[in-house]
């Protein structure tokens, strides 16, 4: 249990990244999105939240520090 507390405690910042990161990307589909369906990654909410989630995380993994 301690060391699943350490692990969460290590690594909120990516989880919270990532939360940030999907929500843009559905906010993304839904005011930007495709309407065609032609484009893959903006057709349906999946691809964009899925894009936006690592994004935010590779965003986040910019700013943190290495100990």
Do not use: D, H, Q
């Not at 507390?5 to 839904?30: D, E, H, T, V």
Request: proline letters at 3%; a positive charge.
């Amino acid at each position: 249990m301690e060391t699943l507390k350490k692990i969460i405690r290590s690594n909120w910042l990516y989880a919270l990244g990532a939360f940030i990161g999907g929500l843009g990307g559905y906010l993304y589909w839904y005011y930007v999105g495709c309407l065609s369906g032609a484009c893959p990654l903006k057709a349906t909410p999946t691809f964009s939240i899925v894009w936006g989630t690592i994004i935010g995380v590779f965003i986040v993994s910019l700013f943190k520090r290495k100990n």
